[in-house]
């Protein structure tokens, strides 16, 4: 199990205060490293169907970080980093109700 940093929790929380979606790029890159972040194993992840095009990226994104060798550590360190640099450029707001995640 991995112990999860406060600032990697508060950027989880603000990462669903932005006031306009990032960009495709900006998303994979959040989603590897939160996941390595999360300490989830990636030997154990499904690996997506061949036309799950979504799924794909989603899952290389993923692997980069793993095949970089990245610590737990380091990604919580990151995903903050990369949380506040979207606030800066797609907008943040404290009080905005997080919307309902979409598959």
Same mark, same amino acid.
């Given at each position: 199990? %991995?112990?999860? @940093?406060p600032?990697?929790?508060?950027?989880? /929380? +603000?990462s669903?205060?932005? *006031? @306009?979606k !990032?960009?495709?790029?900006?998303?994979? /890159?959040?989603?590897?490293?939160?996941? %390595?972040?999360?300490? /989830?194993?990636? @030997?154990?992840?499904?690996? !997506?169907?061949?036309?799950?095009?979504?799924?794909k990226? =989603?899952?290389?994104?993923w692997? =980069?970080? %793993? +095949?970089?060798?990245? *610590? $737990? /550590?380091?990604?919580?360190?990151?995903?903050? &980093?990369? #949380?506040e640099?979207? &606030?800066e *450029?797609?907008?943040? +707001? $404290?009080?905005?109700? !997080?919307e309902? #995640? =979409?598959?």
């Amino acid at each position: 199990m %991995v112990d999860i @940093s406060p600032a990697f929790a508060k950027a989880q /929380e +603000d990462s669903k205060k932005l *006031t @306009s979606k !990032p960009d495709n790029d900006h998303l994979l /890159e959040l989603y590897g490293l939160f996941k %390595v972040g999360n300490g /989830e194993d990636f @030997s154990k992840a499904e690996k !997506p169907g061949m036309f799950d095009l979504k799924g794909k990226y =989603k899952y290389q994104a993923w692997q =980069k970080l %793993v +095949d970089e060798g990245v *610590t $737990p /550590e380091a990604a919580q360190e990151r995903y903050a &980093k990369k #949380v506040e640099e979207l &606030k800066e *450029t797609y907008g943040f +707001d $404290p009080d905005k109700v !997080p919307e309902a #995640v =979409k598959n």
